[in-house]
């Protein structure tokens, strides 16, 4: 037997997580890091969630 795994993420909850650091941390700049293809929902879906990060990182430079 083969369990099948699978992460599935709220990009809802990304974003309020994003906004609730930005509060915390008012005057730091926050990069956002995206793994690879973010988890299944696109590197895209995830950079627009968080749109408002200073800068972001990835793993590889395929995916920059």
Not at 5 to 11: G, K, R, S, V
Not at 12 to 21: C, K, R
């Amino acid at each position: 037997m083969n369990p099948i795994t699978y992460a599935l993420i709220d990009l809802i909850a990304v974003q309020h997580n994003f906004n609730f650091v930005k509060q915390c941390a008012p005057n730091s700049n926050i990069m956002a890091v995206i793994k690879a293809n973010g988890y299944g929902h696109g590197l895209l879906a995830m950079a627009d969630q968080l749109i408002e990060a200073d800068s972001f990182a990835v793993a590889r430079l395929e995916e920059a």
